[in-house]
């Protein structure tokens, strides 16, 4: 245990109003799966911390690995830390994965969301494992992954939002396949 003087310690901290307390965990980087064969989670470009954090802690309700491709905030980063509330240790977490390389290694169908001509996820059949595919909150997927969909899937929305968050919208599909495997 090491004590520090408060004016040291609130540099460090990027908690403004917290217990007084930092904790330095090694990362521990895990092998890259040579194939992946149960669900899984890839964030594609997802820029705000907060979304990333989110993701990870609806991943962390049954899924193992979680992909982040170049241009995904830093799943490590203070913000993403405390927005995923402890996920980080129920998940593999793979960052800077380029495309082409995971695509190769999956046997999962590639799913994405897509507000266009796609198939009500309420009407879909989820109960075997699917590679998500979760994209930047501007750009949506990127090309490479809208390639190689196998299934678009849209979150019906009566109120008349155009679209969701990142993050809710992966929570829906998460919890949404998981209730159909129960």
């Known amino acids: 245990m090491i004590v520090l003087p408060d004016a040291l310690f609130g540099q460090l901290s990027s908690v403004v109003h917290g217990v007084g307390m930092l904790l330095l965990v090694e990362k521990i980087?895990?092998?890259?799966?040579?194939?992946?064969?149960?669900?899984?989670?890839?964030?594609?470009?997802?820029?705000?911390?907060?979304?990333?954090?989110?993701?990870?802690?609806?991943?962390?309700?049954?899924?193992?690995?979680?992909?982040?491709?170049p241009g995904t905030a830093y799943a490590w980063s203070s913000k993403v830390l405390r927005s995923g509330m402890g996920a980080h240790f129920l998940l593999d977490i793979f960052e800077d994965v380029e495309p082409d390389g995971l695509i190769a290694r999956l046997d999962a169908p590639v799913t994405i969301t897509d507000s266009h001509g796609a198939t009500a996820i309420y009407d879909c059949d989820l109960s075997g494992a699917l590679a998500w595919v979760f994209g930047n909150e501007g750009a949506g997927v990127s090309q490479i992954w809208r390639d190689a969909v196998t299934h678009r899937v849209t979150i019906p929305q009566p109120g008349g939002m155009e679209s969701l968050n990142v993050a809710a919208a992966a929570a829906i599909c998460l919890f949404e396949q998981c209730r159909q495997q129960r």
């Open 29 to 69: 980087d895990a092998a890259m799966p040579e194939r992946v064969t149960d669900t899984c989670v890839i964030l594609d470009g997802i820029q705000d911390a907060g979304n990333v954090g989110s993701i990870l802690r609806s991943a962390a309700a049954g899924i193992k690995h979680v992909f982040c491709a």
